[in-house]
């Protein structure tokens, strides 16, 4: 029996990938990426924004062909979009077998061991133009968002160090999943319907894992969740998060300790002085803000204002000295005019963020902002997404240019994709996938090999990305 994982959306999505190859592995499964030949596919979808929805029904239209063209006997969809549109998909996708929900993880293998080796293909006849890109059914614009359903059992689920995991990232960096839920209302985001509410892991489950990847060779831990700065207030223990980064920075063979997905709330001084006393942790806040016009926030049911953000912004500066910056922003949500671009304009170059992701709102039924007019046209959002990304890019190439001829120390990621005698790395202040990248160049790239540190001289810049050589 052959199972094929196609994991789609955040990194979080991705350790719950992990978990379902580890427990199809663990059970006796075969693994593979050759999704023509799977007799079993799985997709862990993603459900957060239009474009997300519509790459997980791209893909599982896509996979369904192997049901009659492949070798595939059951199609499994799992994840996001599974938790949100359980019914639907079942409805409209009569390919799909199995739907499993994001609590419901431990379940794959049932839903694989249903499949009888030796069963043929199914065979679905579907009137043309059927598989056309299909849409979610959605409320009329304007209209309240529906009543959110019953609660399953599923959303308690919360995989710890004894779940068998097989690692989909490259062997020297691996995500860590601390917490899992959300219980913030901010009125664009459907997580918390998706995900239930916050719970954070045990410290020493946390731990034993970091230490358990670590002898496996793991050389970077990057510690997930929908709140990171939240971890263990759910269980009345402020200051937990500080206290793990300090058990974590002692764990032998580990080298970088990265925090993603800060909140603007919770972030404790003493957080802050863990993440500047611990070498091992990388001096870099992941701090989604999603924008700086107070109206703004305040339609969104952001936390703080202007004022205060530029006053976190500098406390954490003060703190954390030489410490890099990453944001996110929505444009285009309800209601946002010209000068509430403006404000963000003028924020993004007070602050000279080192990364900003930028994202035109996302109209979606469930949450509160459904109930507003989305009354900034498409063109608008793109066009307002443009002129920031626009001023953040002027921003990077002038951070950039400041940086040649200095020397840092890089973690080697593995051969370069354009050229094999070029090796692809990071500086310690930034993740993979989602920031810049570092071409080591002038060496004998044999010498070196994924997981290696290695100090370096900046020569050269392009865009978000450095051109270095050893030292």
């Known amino acids: 029996m052959k199972v094929g994982l196609i994991s789609l959306g955040c990194p979080k999505n991705l350790v719950d990938s992990e978990v379902m190859l580890g427990l199809a592995q663990n059970a006796g499964y075969e693994l593979t990426s050759d999704a023509a030949g799977a007799d079993v596919l799985v997709i862990n979808t993603c459900a957060f924004i239009d474009a997300a929805k519509q790459e997980s029904v791209d893909t599982i239209l896509e996979m369904a062909g192997h049901k009659t063209d492949g070798a595939c006997r059951r199609l499994i969809v799992t994840g996001c979009l599974a ?3 359980r019914d639907e998909l079942r409805a409209q996708i009569p390919e799909i077998d199995v739907v499993l929900g994001t609590g419901e993880v431990p379940e794959i293998v049932n839903a694989l061991g249903a499949v009888a080796p030796g069963t043929a293909p199914l ?3 579907r009137a043309p133009g059927a598989l056309a890109p299909w849409h979610p059914p959605s409320a009329a614009p304007g209209t309240p968002a529906p009543p959110a359903p019953a609660p399953r059992t599923g959303p308690s689920y919360l995989y710890d160090a004894d779940t068998p995991r097989l690692l989909a990232t490259p062997k020297h960096y691996a995500y860590v999943k601390i ?5 913030y209302k901010c009125a ?3 997580i918390p319907r998706l995900r239930g509410r916050y719970r954070s892991r045990p410290a020493d489950s946390i731990v034993r894992e970091a230490r358990a990847l670590a002898a496996r060779g793991v050389r970077e831990l990057l510690l997930v969740s929908q709140d990171t ?4 207030i759910d269980r009345g223990q402020r200051g937990a998060l500080a206290g793990l980064l300090r058990e974590l920075n002692r764990i032998a063979g580990l080298a970088w300790i990265r925090l993603l997905y800060l909140y603007p709330t919770t972030i404790d001084d003493d957080t802050l002085a863990a993440i500047a ?3 091992k942790v990388c001096k870099y806040i992941d701090l989604p ?5 107070n109206p703004v926030l305040q339609r969104m049911k952001r936390p703080g204002s202007r004022d205060k953000y530029d006053a976190l912004l500098a406390r954490i500066r003060g703190a954390i000295p030489g410490v890099a910056l990453r944001t996110t922003f929505i444009v285009g949500f309800p209601g946002e005019t010209e000068a509430d671009v403006d404000e963000l304009c003028a ?4 602050n000279r963020f080192d990364h900003v992701g930028v994202f035109g709102y996302s109209h979606e039924e469930g949450t509160s902002a459904h109930a507003f007019d989305d009354d900034v046209p498409a063109r608008v959002k793109r066009a307002r997404r443009d002129r920031v990304m626009r001023l953040q890019a002027r921003l990077v190439e002038e951070a950039q240019a400041r940086r040649i001829g200095g020397r840092a120390r890089i973690l080697v990621d593995g051969p370069s994709s354009e050229h094999e005698l070029v090796l692809r790395g990071r500086l310690a202040t930034q993740a993979p996938d989602i920031d810049g990248a570092v071409y080591l160049t002038e060496c004998d790239a044999s010498a070196f090999r994924a997981g290696d540190l290695v100090e370096v001289e900046i020569v050269a810049a392009s865009g978000h990305d450095l051109m270095v050589r050893p030292v």
């Open 123 to 125: 065979a679905f006849h």
């Open 289 to 293: 803000l999603q924008h700086a016009s």
């Open 188 to 190: 664009f985001c459907i």
């Open 179 to 183: 917490a899992e839920g959300c219980d």
């Open 229 to 232: 700065t939240f971890y263990g």
């Open 277 to 279: 006393e611990c070498e």
């Open 83 to 85: 938790e949100r549109y």
């Open 347 to 350: 924020f993004i170059g007070a």
